[in-house]
C-alpha cells in the first residue's frame, strides 16, 4: 500500500515529503537541538547566520567530549567555522603543547659576525 502510495504522489511531493523527514531527523540530532535553542549567532565574533550560510555555524562541545550531549545543551555553543577551528587548535596547544615553544632557542649561535667591526671601524 506504501508503494502505491508513493507512485500517486508526483515528484515534487516526493521532495517535499523527502525534506520533511530529512529536517525532522535533523532535528534530533544535537546540532538541530543547539540549532533550535540558541541564537543563530557566533558565541565568539558574534557573527549572525542565516539560512544561507547555516551550514557554516557549527556546534562546539565547551568540554571537548563530543559525547556529553546534555539535553538542556549546557555543554554547547554556536560557533562559526574559524571559531570553531581556532578554539580546536587552543585546545590541541595546550593538551601537546605548541611546536612554536620547542624550536625557539634563545641562546642564539656562537658566531657573531661583526665582532671585529668596531675595531676595524677604529682604525
Known amino acids: ?51 544561507a550560510n ?6 562546539h562541545h565547551k568540554n571537548h567530549n563530543h559525547d556529553d550531549n546534555p539535553a538542556d545543551g549546557s555543554n554547547w555553543e554556536l560557533l562559526c567555522l574559524y571559531c570553531h577551528d581556532n578554539e580546536h587548535s587552543k585546545y590541541e596547544e595546550m593538551r601537546f603543547g605548541s611546536g612554536k615553544e620547542e ?14 667591526l668596531g675595531d676595524l671601524l677604529k682604525k
Not at 531527523?25 to 535553542?37: C, F, I, S
Not at 547555516?54 to 556546534?59: D, M, Y
Request: contains cysteine.
Open 1 to 51: 500500500m506504501a508503494s502505491n502510495n508513493q507512485q500517486n504522489m508526483s515528484a515534487s511531493e516526493r521532495l517535499v515529503a523527502e525534506a520533511r523527514k530529512h529536517q525532522t531527523d535533523r532535528e534530533k540530532t544535537y546540532r538541530g537541538q543547539a540549532l533550535k535553542m540558541y541564537p543563530w549567532v557566533c558565541g565568539r565574533c558574534s557573527r549572525e547566520f542565516s539560512n
Open 54 to 59: 547555516l551550514q557554516e555555524l557549527t556546534v
Open 103 to 116: 624550536t625557539k632557542d634563545h641562546s642564539g649561535g656562537s658566531h657573531n659576525p661583526f665582532a671585529g
